[in-house]
């Protein structure tokens, strides 16, 4: 059992070094680090927000959104499945008191009208299999449809989700490391960011909805548009920052779903901040045509129902790209670039609490935590060397090289380290040196009760500890793997690093030290051990 092969040797040796060369950019302040070619890779553990400082944010969805985008998209559904061959004439479609409704020309198409409404109106709500939407017909010929409650809890579920996914993209692109996005009850997202110490580039970033579309202009006369005299297909939109007012057509031309990608640039005839736009094959096809078809006619550009800009159209516009101008900064040019390309908030999301962790805060954390450390691994050490002599030199080696190891894996994996990480961190120091105080009662055991030699010891003692020490530890791993699914937040930074130390602590304790004393057991012979 203490027979090493040359390729073994050297595989716990390379693996050791890896999770040094991996620990050290942790240890370099970053200043020097930058100084640093850029082909070295730099994995550093990244400080959680309890230790790091950093803003908390509590953001609340209005859930009355949902209810009334959803009539929106229906009544746009309705239109477009009655506009199909063989065509449903149909009537104005109203959308009042939490209710669609519209009426069917012909009394005799009432029936292919419902079963065209059905296809549209969903198969039933989750595993409930209630129903999404009431359908129902009123003087024979009006179709009135009301969203169940069944339906709308289904609908704001989903879209929390979405949002989930979204607010995580935005606060990445926004360059944050480490951020926890978790949901909370039915309407409620909790939001850390590490590092964060001023939240308001956030807070309106996370506030903007980033609907985007592109709609043609209906140029109707500033009379009409003052009597409130508009069409039905047309609604009267405001120009961002008191700009007044202009009539856009319902229809969207393009949507936010079709793009590709934004970004913040600079324009080339007078170097002004402005967001360039990127469209997919669907979108790009689309743009052409229209403004091939609308050549001289203005469109407007919208995000969040807010006309950003309503350039003419000079010349069709083919390459599947367009640009937004309208007065930004360049930091509002990038959020905007930023929010787009992050994806549209499904509900409207407003910060309900606000908390700021300050990095002194988190810097005594470290400093207590640290001497809490240095103060137990330094007791540990005296014990061992004072109990087990050699073995416990051994013992003290393989505490120091699991620590770093502990520390290199993370900075490869990119973890947090939290104040519950500190706490997870001293606690595989203890199960290293339960461990090796398992192996070394083990050998003392065989070497006095049983007048084993020094290195039939040695092996009967290593070979019945580690039966027990792997089974022990199979069973905190599986504690740290469900307290990470199922966790949030400072308990996965606990089960992290639990996770973590506990194979370093096991690769350590049992490979290492059985290593170190295969060695010395060859070149020295004993016939005896002090243990």
Request: charged content about 20%; overall charge neutral; aromatic content about 6%.
């Amino acid at each position: 059992m203490l027979d090493f092969p040359r390729w073994k040797v050297w595989a716990v040796i390379l693996t050791i070094v890896a999770c040094f060369a991996l620990a050290i950019p942790t240890f370099v302040p970053e200043n020097i680090r930058k100084t640093w070619p850029s082909w070295v890779p730099q994995p550093v553990v990244s400080l959680g927000l309890d230790l790091a400082g950093g803003s908390y944010l509590l953001l609340e969805a209005d859930t009355k959104d949902v209810a009334a985008s959803r009539l929106d998209s229906m009544r746009e559904q309705v239109r477009s499945v009655m506009r199909r061959d063989p065509r449903v004439e149909i009537g104005d479609i109203s959308v009042q008191g939490g209710q669609l409704s519209f009426m069917v020309r012909d009394p005799s198409k009432v029936d292919a009208a419902r079963e065209r409404l059905l296809e549209v109106a969903g198969s039933g709500a989750g595993l409930t299999g209630q129903r999404v939407w009431d359908i129902s017909v009123v003087d024979s010929t009006r179709f009135v449809l009301r969203p169940t409650q069944a339906g709308l809890e289904e609908a704001i579920n989903t879209a929390m989700d979405d949002a989930r996914e979204v607010v995580d993209r935005r606060i990445n692109e926004f360059g944050t490391k480490e951020p926890t996005v978790v949901r909370q009850g039915d309407n409620r997202i909790v939001v850390q960011v590490p590092g964060l110490q001023d939240p308001q580039g956030l807070k309106k970033l996370l506030g903007t909805t980033a609907k985007l579309e592109f709609k043609l202009v209906n140029d109707i006369s500033p009379q009409q548009l003052q009597a409130g005299n508009i069409p039905p297909d047309t609604q009267v939109l405001p120009y961002a920052e008191g700009g007044g007012q202009i009539a856009v057509f319902r229809q969207a031309i393009i949507t936010g779903d079709m793009l590709v990608d934004a970004r913040q640039d600079y324009d080339p005839q007078d170097g002004t901040p402005g967001v360039t736009l990127t469209l997919d094959g669907v979108g790009s096809r689309r743009f052409a045509k229209v403004t091939q078809e609308n050549s001289g006619k203005p469109f407007a550009i919208i995000v969040d129902n807010t006309v950003i800009s309503a350039p003419r159209i000079n010349e069709p516009i083919l390459g599947g790209s367009a640009r937004i101008n309208g007065g930004f900064t360049v930091k509002s040019a990038n959020e905007l670039a930023v929010a787009l390309r992050s994806g549209k908030l499904p509900i409207a999301l407003k910060v309900v609490e606000e908390r700021t962790v300050s990095a002194e805060l988190g810097q005594d954390s470290i400093n207590k935590g640290v001497l809490a450390g240095v103060l137990g691994t330094g007791a540990l050490i005296f014990f061992m060397l004072i109990t087990y002599a050699r073995f416990g030199v051994y013992t003290t080696a393989a505490l120091l090289v699991n620590a770093v190891m502990i520390l290199g894996i993370m900075a490869l994996f990119g973890a947090a380290l939290t104040l519950p990480g500190i706490a997870g961190f001293v606690l595989t120091i203890g199960a290293a040196v339960d461990a090796n105080v398992l192996i070394n009662e083990r050998i003392r055991e065989e070497q006095r009760m049983r007048n084993r030699n020094a290195l039939a010891s040695v092996q009967f003692g290593y070979k019945e500890a580690s039966t027990a020490i792997f089974d022990a530890n199979i069973t905190n791993v599986i504690s740290a793997v469900i307290m990470f699914t199922f966790g949030s937040g400072p308990i996965r930074g606990f089960a992290v690093v639990l996770a973590i130390g506990i194979v370093t602590s096991v690769f350590t304790g049992v490979t290492f030290t059985r290593l170190l004393v295969a060695d010395w057991l060859k070149r020295n012979r004993p016939k005896t051990i002090s243990i």
